[in-house]
């Protein structure tokens, strides 16, 4: 009953995706084996039979006519299936499953990126499944067809011969015992197979992208590192094909035994064994019968074949399942108040550690902030700020304390009506394959172009950009029409489509880190600017962009160590101090270095 729910829950996504393919494949296979016991047995043997009995061939012209139409139906049926219907909707159901699981993945926990397992669940399922869904339209109507032709067959057999159906009745569970253990080592080799799938396509992956073009030409020594991971994981995939190999090996054995031996010839020969005692058969009969066993073997076969196959797809209806519950079974809970505005950020004693992690990223940290104010968040390399970050939008929920929003706990808020009052920009910058203009709107619908020109004045973009950049995908994978940009001008975009949104919140991640220092203190103005009546939270390693900020957060070792404003925090002379004199110092170097470079070159 499980399997069949599960063949049946398949069956279901491809209707979903496109009815008339399930339909008519359903049509065809089940016509199929029909159409060839009629024409290649009954017709034959009623031709044989008509012949040996002298009768006239007139007496069966209506019925051979009604074979010849019937024949030629299905076949120009079964190849309008093939030509037309079949491309189309492969297509749609492919497209309707990826859906689906792009859908999931773009709603499951933050955490489960760091999760091996999730990435070779991921792989098995995005692999697999569109075919699998197909494969069950395709089995369970293929069961039924091969069910009635079998049955027809061994009817026309039980008719003539009645004691033959004993011995293909033991062969159909012979067969069936065969064809369940090969899909249990086939599934078993495909899961192994999918963590293999991960490395290779990270392999692939890095060869291919253009991101780690440059290092493998700086860095050769990286292409070899790369090469060996490669040689490893197809060493581990070669050791375990031969070992599935050699497992399916003794099945298929088994299988051909059962098929040619005990389910063709050993009932051949008590075929023959009967004639001798008989004495006589008509040619007809003795024709229905040979290719009746034939059939039968191939048919029964074709239904053991298919019964493990409807099992062995319940597997991946139940892994698919399991995938696509990563998006219910949230570590990060999710409420059902919606918010319109944000008045109010706070952390209260929030401490947090990584899923797999010993140590805490941060503990015990508490600060707030409301509208008006510009709260900065500074420190070295692995002090915790990206993932205050991480906690305020929800990504990750705390160990212990809380992140309030307008005094409600993050957990109780939906965040869908949550996010769209944050504008993001993050550290790591990615296009989309699309115009500039949508990468800035997020949006195919019509745009207001009177704020798209105040975001881009304000962004630095104009400069940087014309308007036929404008309409360009910030790609050229697709077309060589498309642009590609320098990493400062990316973040321009990025902060552009953070302005264009105009929410209550502003969450800065790094966001400066590539942009010219002239355009970069443009751009602070104007965040300095917008945020007299919304919140900001920036986070920056440049101490230079944080001076009007209205408060500092000092972060060391996931505690704040200092909190303050940029004069008050120097005032104490400690950490902060510390680390801007060092940047100060650093910056006047290079000043220094400029001015000499120029002059050198006067």
């Known amino acids: 009953m499980k399997t069949l729910k599960s063949n049946l829950k398949l069956i279901s996504l491809c209707l979903q995706g496109s009815k008339m393919w399930v339909v008519c494949t359903f049509l065809n296979i089940l016509i199929n084996p029909i159409r060839n016991m009629m024409i290649d047995v009954l017709l034959i043997g009623t031709i044989y039979n008509m012949i040996g009995q002298a009768k006239s061939f007139k007496s069966i012209i209506p019925f051979f006519a009604i074979m010849i139409i019937f024949y030629l139906v299905t076949i120009f049926f079964e190849g309008f299936l093939n030509a037309k219907i079949e491309p189309i909707g492969a297509m749609k159901i492919k497209k309707h499953i990826e859906r689906i699981l792009c859908e999931n993945v773009a709603n499951v926990d933050l955490a489960l990126f760091d999760n091996a397992k999730f990435y070779e669940e991921n792989v098995f399922s995005v692999e697999n499944y569109a075919n699998t869904a197909k494969k069950a339209v395709e089995n369970t109507s293929s069961f039924f067809a091969y069910l009635l032709g079998g049955l027809f067959s061994i009817g026309l057999i039980a008719g003539i011969e009645p004691f033959m159906v004993v011995f293909i009745a033991l062969s159909v569970l012979f067969s069936m015992i065969i064809s369940s253990r090969k899909n249990k080592i086939s599934l078993t080799y495909n899961k192994q197979r999918a963590s293999l799938k991960t490395r290779e396509n990270y392999v692939h992956r890095v060869f291919y992208s253009k991101e780690y073009a440059k290092e493998f030409r700086s860095y050769p020594q990286l292409v070899e590192m790369n090469l060996l991971l490669f040689s490893k994981t197809e060493n581990e995939n ?33 075929m023959v064994i009967v004639i001798n005692f008989r004495g006589n058969i008509e040619p007809g009969s003795l024709l229905i019968v040979t290719v009746s ?109 809380s992140v309030l929003i307008n005094g409600i706990d993050i957990q109780k808020l939906d965040m869908d009506s949550y996010f769209s009052t944050v504008s993001c920009v993050f550290q790591d910058v990615i296009p989309y394959a699309l115009s500039v203009i949508n990468n800035i709107t997020t949006s195919e619908e019509p745009y207001d172009s009177d704020k798209m020109q105040k975001v881009l004045k304000d962004t630095c973009l104009i400069e940087d950009l014309n308007k036929n950049v404008l309409q360009s995908e910030m790609t050229k994978e697709f077309s060589s029409q498309g642009t590609v940009l320098s990493g400062g001008t990316m973040q321009k975009i990025a902060l552009a489509r953070a302005l264009y949104r105009e929410s209550s919140m502003l969450v800065l991640d790094e966001t400066t880190s590539a942009i010219d220092p002239e355009a970069e203190l443009q751009i602070m103005d104007v965040i300095e600017h917008i945020g007299k009546d919304r919140i900001v939270v ?22 704040i160590a200092e909190c303050g404003n940029h004069r008050e925090l120097l005032e104490k002379r400690n950490k902060y101090y510390n680390l801007f004199s060092h940047q100060a110092e650093k910056f006047k170097q290079e000043t220094m270095k400029n001015k000499l470079r120029k002059e050198i070159w006067r």
Not at 538 to 559: F, M, P, T, W
Request: with cysteine; proline share 3%; net charge positive.
């Open 538 to 559: 920036q986070i920056s390693h440049k101490l230079s962009c944080v001076k009007k900020a209205s408060k500092i957060l000092y972060l060391e070792d996931g505690h």
């Open 238 to 270: 070669s050791k375990l094909t031969k070992s599935f190999g050699k497992k399916n090996f003794v099945c298929d054995l088994l299988s051909i035994i059962n098929s040619r031996v005990l389910m063709y010839w050993i009932v051949m020969l008590l």
């Open 293 to 401: 066993i034939a059939t039968a073997a191939l048919l029964i076969g074709a239904i053991t074949n298919t019964v493990p196959e409807m099992l062995n797809l319940r597997r991946y209806q139940e892994n698919f399942d399991r995938f696509l519950s990563y998006s219910k079974e949230r570590r990060v809970t999710m409420g059902k108040i919606k918010i319109s505005s944000i008045e109010s950020i706070c952390f209260e004693h929030v401490s947090f550690t990584y899923p797999g992690e010993k140590h805490p990223v941060l503990s015990d940290v508490s600060f707030t902030a409301v509208p008006g104010e510009h709260l900065v968040i500074v420190g070295l390399n692995g002090s915790g700020k990206s993932t205050i970050v991480k906690l305020l939008l929800g990504f990750y929920q705390p160990d212990s304390g």
